[in-house]
C-alpha cells in the first residue's frame, strides 16, 4: 500500500458564479520513502494538488466534488480537526515556493521553529534541538540565526529556513512546491542537494512539485505529468523523461533547450495551455496535439497502465522506439 | 566593424545617504564591462540575479546614465549623448523587456503601442500605410493584424510577448536588447517565442543582446556568450567552446549547477555561499571568495580580462597559468 492514494479526485473552484473545476479526476500514488515529482505548466494544477493532500484548500473557495485522498490508509477529508493537526505536521510537511512570504515577518526564526515543536514534537521544544535543525540545513552559527528576522537572511536562507521549520515535525511527507524556482541556479544547487541528502537520512517521501524537467532527473524516482487539471501520464522517472508516451510529455520535453543541443529550432507546441472553465472537451490536449483524431474531440481518454508501473491518459500513446 | 562596441562602461549607484542625502557608499552595479556586438549577430549574456547584466542592457539602450565609458553604437558615442540626437541614435536600437504584462501600457491599444515608435521618428506619415506597417509587423511576429484594435489585457503572456517584439521592431532597429524575454513564459511557449526571435534575426539581419539566466536558452540561441558576475565579465567566446569546455571557475560552477533531464547524479560543483553584495565587493577578483581553485593572489589583486585562445577572454588568474603552461 502506498503512503500516499490520490483516487479521482475533482475539485471545483466556487469564488463567484458559477463553479469552475480546477482538478479533474487527478490519479497520485507516493510510495514511503520515494520522491515523487509533479510537472506541469502554470495553470495545470501541481499546486492544487499538492494543497488538497494536505487539506490546505479554504472550504470557502473550493468543493472537493469526487475522489478521495488517503494517507497512510486514512481518509484525510474524514479527519477531525484533531486529526488534521497530527497529518499536518508529523504526516506531510509542506515548503512553500515564495519563502519570503511564507515565512512570518514578525517572528524570529528560531521562535518560528520552535512553535513547530511545541505543537507537533512538544518534548523536542528545546533551543538545542532548533540550533541542530538550522544546522541540518546547512545554516552557520545557528544560535545567532535563531534570533534573527525572515528580512536579515538571503532568499537561499530563507528557503533553508523553510525546510527546518517543515523537516523538524520529521513529517512522513514532505511537499515542496517549487522550492527552487525563486532561487538562482548555484543556489538552486545547494538546496536540492540538501533535500535530497535529508531525504535518504531521513527516510521520507518527497512529493516535488516542478516545471523543470531538470530537477526531475536529478532527485526523482517517478513522475507525474499534468495538464488542464488532470494527470496525463505517469512513470519511473527515466522511462517517462526517455521514452514518453503521451504527445502532450514528448512535446513538452522536446520544447526545451538542452545545454549542449545541437538542434536549429525547437519543438513547438502550437497555442497555449488552456485555463480553467476554458477546458476543451473530449481529451483536453488535443487542439494542439500534432496526433490527435476526430474521435480525441469527444470521447475522454481513459487512464489506463500501459506497461507495468506506466500509465497514460491516451488512446494512442508515443510508441517506445527500440 | 562592430555594430555595438562597449568599452569600459560602469554604473555606480548612490547609497545610503547620509544626513544631508550624500551617499556614503555606491552600488557597483556595472564596473568595467568592454563587449562587442557584429551586426547580425546574437551575443547572449548570463549571471545570477543580481550580477548587473540588466542593467548593463539597460545602460546600453540608454535607459541608465552611465558613470563612466562608452558606448559606441554604429559608430557614435551614446554615452554622451542626450535630447534629440539621443532619440536619433537610439532609432536603431531597441529593447524587450522580461515582464509582458508591466512593459505595456494596459490604457493603450496594440496599434498604439506598436505605433509610438513610428510617430516619434516620423517613419510613416499617411494614416492608411501606418496602419498597414503595424498589420504588417503584427503578422510578422505571429498575430493577426485585426488585434491592432485590441487592449493587453485580452493577450496571454506568450502574445503579450510577440507584441513587444513587434514594438521593437517597429522603427527597424539593427540591434535589440532583449532582457529575459522568455523567463516569465510557460515552457511549451517559450519555444514559440524563442523560435520567432531566431526566425526574426534571419530574415532581417538582426543583432541582439540576449540577457537571460537560463543558460540552455541562451547557449540555443546565442553565437557568443558573455559570463557576468558581480558587475564584471568573468568569460567570453562562442557559446559552444564555452558551454561545453568552460574555462572559468565560476563558469564552471554554473554550468554543472544546471540540472538537466536525463543525466543523473552527476559530478557537481556546489558553490558555498550567496552572491556577495556589490555595495561591498570582495577585494582582488570579486569571485574568490566562493571560488574552489582561489590562490592568495586573488585576493589582493583584480585579474585581468585578456585573450586566452582566439576569440576567448577570461578574467581569471589561474586560467592564465594553466593556459601558458600548456
Same mark, same amino acid.
Given at each position: 500500500?502506498?503512503?500516499?492514494?490520490?483516487?479521482?479526485?475533482?475539485?471545483?473552484?466556487?469564488?463567484?458564479?458559477?463553479?469552475?473545476?480546477?482538478?479533474?479526476?487527478?490519479?497520485?500514488?507516493?510510495?514511503?520513502?520515494?520522491?515523487?515529482?509533479?510537472?506541469?505548466?502554470?495553470?495545470?494544477?501541481?499546486?492544487?494538488?499538492?494543497?488538497?493532500?494536505?487539506?490546505?484548500?479554504?472550504?470557502?473557495?473550493?468543493?472537493?466534488?469526487?475522489?478521495?485522498?488517503?494517507?497512510?490508509?486514512?481518509?484525510?477529508?474524514?479527519?477531525?480537526?484533531?486529526?488534521?493537526?497530527?497529518?499536518?505536521?508529523?504526516?506531510?510537511?509542506?515548503?512553500?515556493?515564495?519563502?519570503?512570504?511564507?515565512?512570518?515577518?514578525?517572528?524570529?526564526?528560531?521562535?518560528?521553529?520552535?512553535?513547530?515543536?511545541?505543537?507537533?514534537?512538544?518534548?523536542?521544544?528545546?533551543?538545542?534541538?532548533?540550533?541542530?535543525?538550522?544546522?541540518?540545513?546547512?545554516?552557520?552559527?545557528?544560535?545567532?540565526?535563531?534570533?534573527?528576522?525572515?528580512?536579515?537572511?538571503?532568499?537561499?536562507?530563507?528557503?533553508?529556513?523553510?525546510?527546518?521549520?517543515?523537516?523538524?515535525?520529521?513529517?512522513?511527507?514532505?511537499?515542496?512546491?517549487?522550492?527552487?524556482?525563486?532561487?538562482?541556479?548555484?543556489?538552486?544547487?545547494?538546496?536540492?542537494?540538501?533535500?535530497?541528502?535529508?531525504?535518504?537520512?531521513?527516510?521520507?517521501?518527497?512529493?516535488?512539485?516542478?516545471?523543470?524537467?531538470?530537477?526531475?532527473?536529478?532527485? +526523482?524516482?517517478?513522475? &507525474? $505529468?499534468?495538464?488542464? #487539471?488532470? /494527470?496525463? %501520464?505517469?512513470?519511473? !522517472?527515466?522511462?517517462?523523461?526517455?521514452?514518453?508516451?503521451?504527445?502532450?510529455?514528448? +512535446?513538452?520535453?522536446? &520544447? $526545451?533547450?538542452?545545454? #549542449?543541443? /545541437?538542434? %536549429?529550432?525547437?519543438? !513547438?507546441?502550437?497555442?497555449?495551455?488552456?485555463?480553467?472553465?476554458?477546458?476543451?472537451?473530449?481529451?483536453?490536449?488535443?487542439?494542439?496535439?500534432?496526433?490527435?483524431?476526430?474521435?480525441?474531440?469527444?470521447?475522454?481518454?481513459?487512464?489506463?497502465?500501459?506497461?507495468?508501473?506506466?500509465?497514460?491518459?491516451?488512446?494512442?500513446?508515443?510508441?517506445?522506439?527500440? | 566593424?562592430?555594430?555595438?562596441?562597449?568599452?569600459?562602461?560602469?554604473?555606480?549607484?548612490?547609497?545610503?545617504?547620509?544626513?544631508?542625502?550624500?551617499?556614503?557608499?555606491?552600488?557597483?552595479?556595472?564596473?568595467?564591462?568592454?563587449?562587442?556586438?557584429?551586426?547580425?549577430?546574437?551575443?547572449?549574456?548570463?549571471?545570477?540575479?543580481?550580477?548587473?547584466?540588466?542593467?548593463?542592457?539597460?545602460?546600453?539602450?540608454?535607459?541608465?546614465?552611465?558613470?563612466?565609458?562608452?558606448?559606441?553604437?554604429?559608430?557614435?558615442?551614446?554615452?554622451?549623448?542626450?535630447?534629440?540626437?539621443?532619440?536619433?541614435?537610439?532609432?536603431?536600437?531597441?529593447?524587450?523587456?522580461?515582464?509582458?504584462?508591466?512593459?505595456?501600457?494596459?490604457?493603450?491599444?496594440?496599434?498604439?503601442?506598436?505605433?509610438?515608435?513610428?510617430?516619434?521618428?516620423?517613419?510613416?506619415?499617411?494614416?492608411?500605410?501606418?496602419?498597414?506597417?503595424?498589420?504588417?509587423?503584427?503578422?510578422?511576429?505571429?498575430?493577426?493584424?485585426?488585434?491592432?484594435?485590441?487592449?493587453?489585457?485580452?493577450?496571454?503572456?506568450?502574445?503579450?510577448?510577440?507584441?513587444?517584439?513587434?514594438?521593437?521592431?517597429?522603427?527597424?532597429?539593427?540591434?535589440?536588447?532583449?532582457?529575459?524575454?522568455?523567463?516569465?513564459?510557460?515552457?511549451?511557449?517559450?519555444?514559440?517565442?524563442?523560435?520567432?526571435?531566431?526566425?526574426?534575426?534571419?530574415?532581417?539581419?538582426?543583432?541582439?543582446?540576449?540577457?537571460?539566466?537560463?543558460?540552455?536558452?541562451?547557449?540555443?540561441?546565442?553565437?557568443?556568450?558573455?559570463?557576468?558576475?558581480?558587475?564584471?565579465?568573468?568569460?567570453?567566446?562562442?557559446?559552444?567552446?564555452?558551454?561545453?569546455?568552460?574555462?572559468?571557475?565560476?563558469?564552471?560552477?554554473?554550468?554543472?549547477?544546471?540540472?538537466?533531464?536525463?543525466?543523473?547524479?552527476?559530478?557537481?560543483?556546489?558553490?558555498?555561499?550567496?552572491?556577495?553584495?556589490?555595495?561591498?565587493?570582495?577585494?582582488?577578483?570579486?569571485?574568490?571568495?566562493?571560488?574552489?581553485?582561489?590562490?592568495?593572489?586573488?585576493?589582493?589583486?583584480?585579474?585581468?580580462?585578456?585573450?586566452?585562445?582566439?576569440?576567448?577572454?577570461?578574467?581569471?588568474?589561474?586560467?592564465?597559468?594553466?593556459?601558458?603552461?600548456?
Amino acid at each position: 500500500m502506498s503512503l500516499l492514494e490520490v483516487d479521482q479526485l475533482s475539485v471545483d473552484l466556487v469564488a463567484q458564479g458559477a463553479p469552475v473545476r480546477v482538478l479533474d479526476r487527478v490519479e497520485l500514488a507516493i510510495d514511503a520513502g520515494q520522491v515523487h515529482a509533479l510537472v506541469g505548466e502554470s495553470g495545470s494544477g501541481k499546486s492544487l494538488t499538492a494543497l488538497s493532500v494536505a487539506r490546505l484548500l479554504p472550504d470557502t473557495l473550493t468543493r472537493r466534488v469526487a475522489g478521495t485522498v488517503r494517507f497512510d490508509g486514512e481518509d484525510v477529508y474524514g479527519l477531525d480537526p484533531a486529526g488534521l493537526r497530527r497529518l499536518r505536521g508529523r504526516g506531510v510537511g509542506y515548503v512553500f515556493q515564495e519563502p519570503s512570504t511564507a515565512l512570518n515577518p514578525v517572528m524570529r526564526i528560531g521562535t518560528q521553529i520552535r512553535e513547530m515543536l511545541q505543537l507537533h514534537r512538544p518534548k523536542e521544544a528545546t533551543d538545542a534541538v532548533v540550533w541542530r535543525w538550522l544546522e541540518r540545513v546547512g545554516i552557520p552559527s545557528p544560535d545567532i540565526r535563531a534570533r534573527q528576522y525572515p528580512h536579515e537572511l538571503s532568499g537561499g536562507m530563507q528557503q533553508r529556513v523553510m525546510l527546518a521549520l517543515a523537516l523538524s515535525a520529521q513529517p512522513r511527507l514532505l511537499i515542496a512546491d517549487e522550492p527552487t524556482t525563486a532561487l538562482d541556479v548555484t543556489i538552486q544547487a545547494q538546496v536540492l542537494d540538501l533535500i535530497q541528502s535529508l531525504q535518504r537520512e531521513l527516510g521520507m517521501a518527497v512529493l516535488l512539485i516542478t516545471h523543470n524537467f531538470g530537477l526531475v532527473g536529478e532527485i +526523482a524516482d517517478r513522475v &507525474s $505529468v499534468m495538464y488542464a #487539471g488532470q /494527470v496525463v %501520464e505517469r512513470g519511473p !522517472v527515466s522511462a517517462v523523461l526517455n521514452a514518453p508516451r503521451h504527445p502532450y510529455t514528448a +512535446a513538452l520535453l522536446g &520544447s $526545451v533547450p538542452r545545454l #549542449g543541443d /545541437v538542434r %536549429e529550432s525547437l519543438v !513547438v507546441i502550437p497555442g497555449t495551455v488552456p485555463s480553467p472553465g476554458h477546458w476543451p472537451g473530449g481529451c483536453r490536449f488535443h487542439p494542439r496535439c500534432s496526433r490527435a483524431t476526430p474521435g480525441c474531440a469527444t470521447d475522454q481518454p481513459a487512464w489506463r497502465e500501459i506497461a507495468p508501473e506506466s500509465w497514460v491518459r491516451c488512446p494512442y500513446p508515443v510508441e517506445v522506439q527500440s | 566593424m562592430s555594430l555595438l562596441l562597449v568599452e569600459g562602461l560602469k554604473v555606480h549607484y548612490p547609497a545610503r545617504p547620509d544626513w544631508r542625502g550624500r551617499p556614503r557608499a555606491w552600488v557597483r552595479a556595472v564596473d568595467g564591462v568592454g563587449l562587442e556586438v557584429a551586426a547580425g549577430e546574437t551575443l547572449g549574456l548570463v549571471g545570477e540575479s543580481g550580477c548587473g547584466k540588466s542593467t548593463l542592457g539597460r545602460a546600453i539602450v540608454r535607459l541608465e546614465t552611465p558613470t563612466a565609458g562608452s558606448i559606441r553604437f554604429n559608430g557614435e558615442d551614446l554615452a554622451g549623448l542626450d535630447g534629440p540626437a539621443l532619440r536619433r541614435a537610439r532609432r536603431g536600437l531597441q529593447m524587450i523587456f522580461q515582464d509582458p504584462y508591466g512593459s505595456l501600457d494596459p490604457r493603450w491599444t496594440v496599434g498604439q503601442a506598436i505605433g509610438e515608435g513610428i510617430d516619434i521618428h516620423g517613419l510613416i506619415q499617411e494614416h492608411g500605410a501606418r496602419r498597414e506597417r503595424i498589420g504588417g509587423l503584427l503578422q510578422d511576429v505571429g498575430l493577426d493584424p485585426a488585434v491592432a484594435d485590441r487592449y493587453p489585457h485580452e493577450f496571454s503572456g506568450g502574445q503579450r510577448q510577440r507584441i513587444g517584439i513587434a514594438r521593437a521592431l517597429a522603427v527597424e532597429p539593427k540591434l535589440i536588447v532583449c532582457d529575459e524575454p522568455v523567463s516569465a513564459l510557460d515552457v511549451s511557449v517559450q519555444a514559440q517565442v524563442v523560435n520567432l526571435l531566431q526566425s526574426l534575426q534571419r530574415s532581417r539581419g538582426l543583432a541582439y543582446l540576449f540577457i537571460a539566466h537560463d543558460l540552455a536558452v541562451v547557449e540555443h540561441l546565442s553565437h557568443r556568450v558573455a559570463v557576468m558576475y558581480l558587475g564584471r565579465i568573468m568569460e567570453l567566446g562562442p557559446s559552444r567552446t564555452v558551454c561545453g569546455d568552460p574555462l572559468h571557475p565560476y563558469t564552471r560552477a554554473l554550468l554543472s549547477a544546471v540540472p538537466e533531464p536525463g543525466v543523473r547524479r552527476r559530478e557537481r560543483v556546489i558553490l558555498q555561499g550567496d552572491v556577495p553584495s556589490p555595495l561591498q565587493p570582495p577585494s582582488g577578483c570579486p569571485f574568490h571568495p566562493r571560488c574552489p581553485v582561489a590562490v592568495a593572489r586573488c585576493r589582493s589583486e583584480v585579474p585581468e580580462f585578456r585573450e586566452v585562445a582566439p576569440g576567448r577572454s577570461v578574467a581569471c588568474h589561474e586560467v592564465k597559468e594553466r593556459f601558458g603552461a600548456s
